[in-house]
């Protein structure tokens, strides 16, 4: 009861430290992947379509493991949530749900890269067996620390009265870069290498399926219902970010060359996709506990929310032009002056905010109101498309300013 009244008061000061906190580890932690991003030019080149795949096996991690957390979150908020080992409980149902929703989307979105630079004209690339090794790999890997971050997370929030809606979408969108960069990178020593590479592929593709079978035909309730909701919604998301991967791989030759650029791509997507999990999942406990009316003009509450978070937008962008010029700097990276990275990111960053607001809102909103849950829909809608609105921002935004 306690939670459901902070709620719906005006959002408090601890909430503000809370998003502030996670937001600024969130851009440090996203930077640092971008730096690994910054020092792998040469995979960049021998490898030709991965930096394409970066957004879209970024956003998947966020996608699965934020969903998620907003389910334990609701969860937390309505007494609910127990931390137990137990399959059948809520927690271990979300585990096994993720986990296999992890390893099947790996694997998609590896097929699918391939198809999406078919599609668009993307050449010369990877192989369809490389894009599945790298993906399902990399993916894997970053999964494992990312989902224990998730939980780590949730029992947090109970032991020391987090608010999880404030500090979940930032930390596991962003942590998600830090994991997921340097694994797609590791990943990557496995491709290339004829006849292996496409036993392998093969092989993780196999894997794939059975794990698809078994979760959509598992004993787990609510596992089950988890793995066959969000298969849809998150297979749409990929390729919005596969779209964003094919703006951002276009311009590969600019960003080469501005490799400050390399380092803020992450943190900046992921700043987008951060604040607009914040206010979806903020949104979704209020619909699911009754605070607030899911109607197409935000209500009072819904627009504090809004409020509370475009204040705190501008300054966190701000923020990663200044780390990604400091990195740049300490690192021996090329860049092309504080003055220039804050002029495209101050300029994409307000366009962005207003998308995330609309976005995060009316997404969220929809879901409600046609009876799905917006912890499983809102998340990866909300992230996926402002993956795709980041980078379509951030491009515009550096032909703007002349970096491109």
Do not use: K
């Not at 979300?94 to 986990?99: Q, T």
């Not at 006849?195 to 092989?203: A, I, K, M, R």
């Not at 992921?270 to 009754?290: D, K, N, P």
């Amino acid at each position: 009861m306690r939670s459901a009244q902070r709620l719906h008061a005006a959002v408090p000061s601890a909430d503000v430290r809370q998003r502030i906190g996670a937001l600024s580890i969130g851009v440090l932690a996203a930077s640092a992947g971008g730096m690994v991003l910054a020092a792998s030019e040469g995979t960049l080149a021998e490898l030709p379509g991965l930096l394409l795949l970066v957004p879209g096996a970024i956003a998947l991690r966020g996608n699965v493991f934020g969903a998620m957390g907003s389910r334990l979150g609701t969860a937390v908020h309505a007494g609910t949530f127990r931390l137990s080992a137990r399959l059948d409980g809520v927690v271990g149902q979300n585990l096994v749900g993720a986990a296999a929703l992890s390893v099947v989307l790996s694997a998609a979105l590896g097929l699918m890269a391939s198809g999406t630079a078919i599609v668009f004209g993307v050449a010369p690339t990877m192989t369809l067996a490389d894009f599945v090794v790298v993906s399902t790999l990399g993916g894997l890997l970053a999964s494992i620390l990312v989902g224990a971050v998730t939980l780590a997370l949730a029992a947090g929030s109970v032991r020391f009265g987090w608010d999880l809606d404030n500090v979940l979408a930032p930390l596991v969108s962003t942590l998600g870069d830090l994991a997921t960069v340097p694994a797609l990178v590791l990943a990557a020593g496995l491709a290339g290498h004829s006849g292996f590479t496409e036993v392998l592929g093969g092989g993780l593709g196999a894997a794939a399926v059975v794990v698809l079978v078994a979760a959509w035909r598992s004993p787990l309730v609510d596992a089950r219902r988890i793995v066959r909701q969000s298969l849809p919604v998150l297979a749409a998301a990929g390729v919005l970010d596969l779209v964003a991967g094919v703006t951002v791989e276009g311009r590969l030759d600019d960003l080469l060359a501005a490799e400050a650029m390399l380092i803020l791509l992450p943190a900046f997507l992921g700043t987008a996709g951060a604040l607009g999990g914040i206010l979806s999942s903020r949104l979704s406990t209020q619909f699911h506990l009754g605070l607030d009316d899911a109607t197409p003009l935000p209500s009072r509450s819904s627009l504090r929310e809004v409020r509370s978070l475009a204040l705190l937008a501008l300054p966190v962008f701000a923020c990663c032009a200044v780390v990604a010029q400091l990195a740049s700097v300490a690192t021996g990276q090329t860049t092309p002056g504080i003055g220039d990275l804050m002029a495209v990111v101050l300029m994409a960053g307000l366009v962005a905010t207003v998308l995330v607001v609309l976005v995060a809102y009316y997404t969220t909103m929809a879901a409600y109101r046609y009876g799905l849950d917006p912890d499983t829909y809102g998340i990866p809608v909300v992230m996926s498309a402002l993956d795709l609105v980041g980078a379509f921002t951030l491009v515009l935004a550096m032909v703007a300013v002349g970096v491109a």
